[in-house]
């Protein structure tokens, strides 16, 4: 079985994947967006689309936010454990 500190930087390295996934999402998101109000559009059609993709971006970068502060706990967590075992070694 994977020891503590092995599966603490493997959540780390899974959040931080996690988080680089949704940030390329929602990059995409935003390039959809920008081409879609750049067409200026005057109809209803267009504006229901601007409204929904306005609408998924907002959900996308909400979710890559998310996974950001996962990745960034994990990070926290899996340093602290790291310091901890560097000080008890010292002592002992």
Request: aromatic share 2%; hydrophobic share 40%; proline share 0%.
């Amino acid at each position: 079985m994977a020891s503590r500190t092995e599966r603490f930087k493997t959540a780390a390295v899974k959040a931080a994947r996690t988080a680089r996934k949704w940030a390329q999402t929602a990059a995409r998101e935003a390039d959809r967006l920008l081409q879609e109000a750049q067409k200026r559009a005057k109809t209803d059609e267009r504006q229901r689309r601007i409204k929904a993709a306005l609408r998924r971006t907002g959900k996308v970068l909400k979710a890559a936010g998310r996974a950001a502060i996962v990745a960034g706990v994990a990070a926290g967590i899996a340093s602290a454990r790291a310091e901890n075992r560097k000080l008890r070694k010292k002592r002992h």
